[in-house]
Nanobody, 119 residues
Framework: QVQLVESGGGLVQAGDSLRLSCAAS????????MGWFRQAPGKEREFVAS????????YYGDSVQGRFTISRDNAKNTVYLQMNSLEPEDTAVYYC????????????WGQGTQVTVSS
């Protein structure tokens, strides 16, 4: 199992930027893809963005396309989520997750980091 630790959450105002980090440890050789998800109170978990561990493929949810950017640093086993032009609707707990090679679903999850955007 890959262990994940998120950081970088906090309280910001609408229009501000924030960068989240997710550090992976353990069998990182098994990572195929890393993703960010979020869950707001009373809502279902929502896909935010993902990036393949090798290559340049990235994917974004419709609600963050053009505002958020996912990137990775393989040397540090870390994935980042740069969030710009934040909106109150972006308020949620953000989770980092790993999809391992040979598996279809995201199986390893971090503990989450709270992002709160005030209007």
């Amino acid at each position: 199992q890959v262990q994940l630790v998120e950081s970088g959450g906090g309280l910001v105002q609408a229009g501000d930027s924030l960068r989240l980090s997710c550090a992976a440890s353990g069998p990182t050789f098994s990572i195929y893809q890393m993703g960010w998800f979020r869950q707001a109170p009373g809502k279902e978990r929502e896909f935010v963005a993902s990036i393949n561990w090798s290559g340049d493929s990235t994917y974004y949810g419709d609600s963050v396309q053009g505002r958020f950017t996912i990137s990775r640093d393989n040397a540090k086993n870390t994935v980042y989520l740069q969030m710009n032009s934040l909106e109150p609707e972006d308020t949620a707990v953000y989770y980092c997750a790993v999809r391992r090679k040979g598996l279809y679903n995201y199986n390893d999850w971090g503990q989450g980091t709270q992002v709160t955007v005030s209007s």
